[in-house]
C-alpha cells in the first residue's frame, strides 16, 4: 500500500513545528526581559500566586515610598522657611534684632538719615520673611494650609500714612473666589497692634473671626505607619499654615475653641512681621521728629497716634520690640523643632519601606525569579533550533508536486 505525501501536509506539520519553536524561543526571551521564572499559573501554580501577593505587597510599598517622599520634602521646605524666618528676625548675621539693637544707642540715632537706612532694611527683611511664607515645593504653597494653590501673604506700606498692612489670602473647599484677611497695623492706648479690617465690598463675606479660626484649624493628617485611624490626633499633621506659624498657636489649640480673635491679633502683633512692622511705624514717627526740628506733632495720623513722638519715647517703644523678639524667636525655635520631629518620623518609616522593598525583591527573586545564565544558555538553545527549523524550509521548498513512499 502506498501512501502520497502533498507538499500542503509538509508545510502544515513543517509550520507547527516553526511555531512552536518560535513560541518557545520567545518565552526564554521573555524569561530574559522580565526576570520571572513562569508566565502563568499552571507552569507552577504555588509559586505563580504566591508571586501575585508579593506583587500586590510590592506595589503597596512603592505607592507609600512615593506618597511619604512627597511630603518629606513637603516638611523640609516647611523646616527651611520657619529656619529662615527666624534667622531673618534674630538668629542669623545682621538679623532684625541686631538692627533694632544698633539703633537704640543714642550715638546711633541722631540722624534722620541713619534712622531710615535701619527702617528700610527692616521692610526689606519684612519682605524676606514673607517671602519664607510663600515658600513652594513644587507648584504648592506649603503654608497654605489647605489651599496649596494662592500665593498666602503679602504686606503693603503706605509711607505717607504710616499705613500696613498684612494681607493672608487663603481660598476654603468649594469657594471660586479666595478670601483676603487684612490685618492692619493701628495705635490702641499707646501700642500698637494688629487689627483684623471687617469685611470690604466685593469681598467674600468670610473676612470675619469665624473663618480666621477654620482657616487657621485646617490639618493634613496622614498614616505613615504610627499611631490609629481611628483615632486622628495620634497621626501626624502635614499642614503648617502660615498664619500658625506666625502666631505660634495650632491648629490643635484652635480646635479646642479657647481663642478669641483678640487672641489672634496678639499673637500676630507679637509676630515676626508684627514686631518688625512696629519698629518700621515707630521708627518713620521718630524720623518725623527728627526732620520737625525735634517739634512734636501730635496730630492723629492713620495708625491712631501722633504723627511724631520724641527720642524717649522712641527707645521706650523699640526697647520693648527688643525684648519682645526674642520671646518670638524662641517661639520659632519650637516650631522648627517640631517640625523637625515630624521629619524624622517620616524618614524612619522612608527607611523601613525601603527595608520591605528590599526584602520582598529578595523573595520575590527566589521563589518566581528566573536563573540569568539559565534563561540565557536556554534561549541561544531556541534560538539555535529556530535557525535550523528556518533552513529545513529551503529543502521543502525543493521537493516535487508529489512525493511517493513504499
Given at each position: 500500500m502506498a501512501m502520497r505525501v502533498t507538499n500542503s501536509a509538509l508545510y502544515r506539520q513543517y509550520t507547527t513545528s516553526v511555531n512552536d519553536v518560535h513560541s518557545q524561543l520567545n518565552k526564554s526571551m521573555n524569561k530574559i526581559s522580565?526576570?520571572?521564572?513562569?508566565?502563568?499559573?499552571?507552569?507552577?501554580?504555588?509559586?505563580?500566586?504566591?508571586?501575585?501577593?508579593?506583587?500586590?505587597?510590592?506595589?503597596?510599598?512603592?505607592?507609600?515610598?512615593?506618597?511619604?517622599?512627597?511630603?518629606?520634602?513637603?516638611?523640609?521646605?516647611?523646616?527651611?522657611?520657619?529656619?529662615?524666618?527666624?534667622?531673618?528676625?534674630?538668629?542669623?548675621?545682621?538679623?532684625?534684632?541686631?538692627?533694632?539693637?544698633?539703633?537704640?544707642?543714642?550715638?546711633?540715632?541722631?540722624?534722620?538719615?541713619?534712622?531710615?537706612?535701619?527702617r528700610d532694611d527692616l521692610i526689606q527683611k519684612q519682605q524676606s520673611m514673607v517671602n519664607n511664607l510663600n515658600s513652594k515645593y513644587e507648584s504648592f504653597y506649603v503654608f497654605g494650609g489647605n489651599d496649596l494653590?494662592?500665593?498666602?501673604?503679602?504686606?503693603?506700606?503706605?509711607?505717607?500714612?504710616?499705613?500696613?498692612?498684612?494681607?493672608?489670602?487663603h481660598k476654603f473647599s468649594g469657594d471660586d473666589k479666595a478670601t483676603e484677611f487684612k490685618f492692619k497695623m493701628v495705635e490702641d492706648g499707646g501700642e500698637y497692634c494688629f487689627k483684623l479690617q471687617p469685611p470690604a465690598a466685593g469681598g467674600t463675606g468670610k473676612e470675619d473671626e469665624q473663618h480666621l479660626l477654620l482657616a487657621m484649624s485646617e490639618q493634613g493628617r496622614v498614616d505613615i505607619g504610627y499611631g490609629s485611624i481611628h483615632d486622628t490626633k495620634t497621626l501626624i499633621?502635614?499642614?503648617?499654615?502660615?498664619?500658625?506659624?506666625?502666631?505660634?498657636i495650632t491648629s490643635d489649640a484652635i480646635r479646642t475653641g479657647n481663642y478669641k480673635l483678640a487672641d489672634i491679633e496678639k499673637a500676630m502683633t507679637n509676630s515676626a512681621l508684627g514686631l518688625t512692622g512696629q519698629g518700621v511705624i515707630t521708627m518713620n514717627k521718630y524720623m518725623t521728629y527728627l526732620d520737625n526740628d525735634r517739634t512734636i506733632d501730635a496730630t492723629p495720623d492713620a495708625t491712631g497716634g501722633a504723627i511724631s513722638i520724641d527720642k524717649a519715647e522712641f527707645q521706650e517703644k523699640l526697647g520693648k520690640i527688643s525684648s519682645e523678639?526674642?520671646?518670638?524667636?524662641?517661639?520659632?525655635?519650637?516650631?522648627?523643632?517640631?517640625?523637625?520631629?515630624?521629619?524624622?518620623?517620616?524618614?524612619?518609616?522612608?527607611?523601613?519601606?525601603?527595608?520591605?522593598?528590599?526584602?520582598?525583591?529578595?523573595?520575590?527573586?527566589?521563589?518566581?525569579?528566573?536563573?540569568?545564565?539559565?534563561?540565557?544558555?536556554?534561549?541561544?538553545?531556541?534560538?539555535?533550533s529556530y535557525y535550523a527549523s528556518l533552513q529545513v524550509s529551503s529543502n521543502i521548498m525543493r521537493m516535487s508536486l508529489f512525493d511517493f513512499m513504499g
Open positions: 522580565s526576570g520571572k521564572a513562569y508566565e502563568s499559573a499552571a507552569e507552577n501554580p504555588l509559586a505563580y500566586y504566591s508571586g501575585q501577593r508579593m506583587d500586590t505587597d510590592y506595589r503597596d510599598v512603592l505607592s507609600k515610598k512615593t506618597l511619604l517622599t512627597d511630603i518629606d520634602k513637603r516638611l523640609n521646605q516647611q523646616e527651611m522657611g520657619v529656619r529662615s524666618l527666624q534667622s531673618t528676625l534674630a538668629t542669623g548675621q545682621d538679623n532684625a534684632a541686631s538692627r533694632i539693637s544698633y539703633i537704640l544707642n543714642s550715638t546711633n540715632n541722631e540722624t534722620s538719615t541713619t534712622v531710615g537706612t535701619i494653590t494662592t500665593t498666602p501673604f503679602s504686606i503693603s506700606y503706605d509711607s505717607d500714612t504710616n499705613d500696613m498692612v498684612l494681607t493672608y489670602t499633621d502635614t499642614y503648617n499654615g502660615g498664619l500658625n506659624v506666625l502666631t505660634g523678639i526674642q520671646i518670638t524667636s524662641d517661639k520659632l525655635g519650637n516650631i522648627y523643632s517640631n517640625i523637625g520631629n515630624k521629619t524624622n518620623q517620616l524618614e524612619t518609616t522612608l527607611s523601613r519601606l525601603e527595608d520591605e522593598k528590599l526584602a520582598l525583591e529578595t523573595q520575590y527573586a527566589d521563589k518566581l525569579g528566573a536563573d540569568p545564565y539559565d534563561s540565557i544558555v536556554e534561549m541561544f538553545a531556541h534560538q539555535r
